[in-house]
């Protein structure tokens, strides 16, 4: 065992129980856990390797099988507390065979599979044959499955959010600090990463998205050689990241002193943030969140839906995103345990520009608590 590991072992028999008794209860004989988050959260495994096809597989009860390219040894031995770890090589073995013999020591020929579809780690091509070799079986998706278990945090894991979001702060403090006209969004963004870096924050999940001026009218826009200037907004986005663990934070600052329909449309969306956030308890409707804030947008006349909504669950998390299985939004069936973490978020859009506020949130049965970013008055640089 690497001493370096970020779980007890124990901690991890207690994930694949529990996930193994949801497996149970919908109905299902073995599970095919391929999203490299899931690989993580279950059996330890921590490399970005997802390229390759790997999967974990495990029955109703008992232990699970590893399956993964032989290069990628020295990763899943270092991290990962499962005993039973089977190898290809890329080129002459058929990984895909491999999970179809593992899948028959726990389903046999007839039973019912539930495989995570639902994830960038499974190609088209390889999902048909994957789905061909598993049949005549009943195959279900489990990726609910697996995100219902994981929702719920352990004190270690909301301990290394906590982490997370203290690297997030020191990205938004450096921001504060270097942005100055003349330097370009790229140059900015860089001492957002540097930052991160320096207090420890792993690789994420989704690049630092950052936009000036006009360009803050779009979402999920990456830095460019683009100039700051006075008088103009600062849009960002970012994650620190602890052991997997993402906090994301996210703010419009202004470079100088706004107008004053600036300022009005930055205190709505701070307005609607807070509104939506007193919605947030245990027990409560997601779907209630995004009511209480998007209301308030509507009321100030701004289009509640252009751009965002009001939040999404964050757990460890691997590329290409960052969003685990909560969905905060008006459509949302789902209801807010104790213990998950989250974005909370609200973005306007008002004349040249938008406004983007939130951040990484924890719910615990002491109520909600903002750990990056958030609600915070007008920035001005």
Same mark, same amino acid.
């Given at each position: 065992?690497?001493? *370096?590991?970020? =779980? ?20 299902? *004989? ?20 997802? =390229? !390759? ?25 270092? $991290? ?25 020591? =726990? ?16 190609? &088209? ?17 489990? $990726? ?52 991160? #870096? ?30 700051? /200037?006075? $008088? ?39 307005? !609607? ?11 409560? #409707? ?8 998007? /209301? ?16 999404? &669950? ?12 909560? @969905?905060?939004?008006?459509? !949302? ?41 958030? @609600? ?6």
């Amino acid at each position: 065992m690497t001493a *370096d590991r970020p =779980f007890s072992t124990e901690e991890y028999r207690g994930r694949l129980r529990r996930t193994q008794a949801a497996l149970a209860a919908a109905g299902l *004989d073995a599970c095919v856990a391929i999203a490299p988050d899931h690989l993580y959260y279950l059996a330890g495994y921590d490399a970005h390797t997802q =390229f !390759s096809l790997q999967a974990l597989i495990f029955g109703r009860e008992g232990n699970a099988i590893f399956v993964y390219r032989d290069v990628d040894r020295e990763n899943a031995e270092d $991290g990962s507390w499962i005993a039973d770890q089977r190898v290809y090589h890329h080129g002459r073995d058929d990984p895909v065979a491999l999970i179809a013999d593992a899948v028959a020591e =726990f389903a046999g020929t007839n039973g019912g599979v539930g495989v995570g579809w639902n994830t960038y780690a499974l190609p &088209g091509a390889a999902a048909l044959r994957l789905a061909q070799a598993l049949a005549p079986r009943r195959l279900a998706d489990a $990726g609910a499955v697996i995100e219902a278990v994981r929702l719920v945090k352990s004190a270690q894991e909301l301990a290394y959010i906590r982490e997370a979001a203290q690297c997030a702060e020191a990205g938004l403090a450096r921001l504060r600090r270097a942005a100055r006209p003349g330097m370009t969004e790229i140059e900015l963004a860089g001492e957002i990463e540097t930052a991160l #870096r320096a207090s420890g924050s792993e690789y994420p999940a989704m690049p630092t998205w950052l936009a000036t001026g006009t360009r803050t009218r779009g979402s999920h826009r990456t830095p460019t050689a683009r100039k700051l /200037a006075p $008088g103009e907004p600062i849009k960002t986005e970012f994650a620190g990241v602890r052991r997997r663990y993402h906090a994301v934070t996210m703010q419009t600052l202004w470079m100088g002193e706004p107008g004053a329909e600036e300022r009005r449309a930055y205190n709505v969306t701070l307005a !609607s943030l807070r509104a939506g956030c007193r919605e947030v308890k245990v027990g409560a #409707r997601a779907a209630k969140a995004e009511e209480a804030a998007f /209301a308030v947008l509507g009321a100030a006349g701004f289009d509640a839906a252009a751009l965002a909504r009001f939040g999404y &669950g964050v757990s460890a998390a691997f590329p290409p995103t960052w969003l685990d299985g909560l @969905d905060i939004t008006g459509g !949302s069936g789902a209801t807010f345990p104790a213990n998950c973490s989250m974005v909370l978020h609200t973005s306007a859009l008002k004349g040249a520009h938008s406004y983007l506020l939130g951040g990484a949130y924890v719910l615990t049965e002491s109520g909600l608590e903002c750990l990056s970013g958030g @609600d915070l008055e007008l920035q001005v640089l």
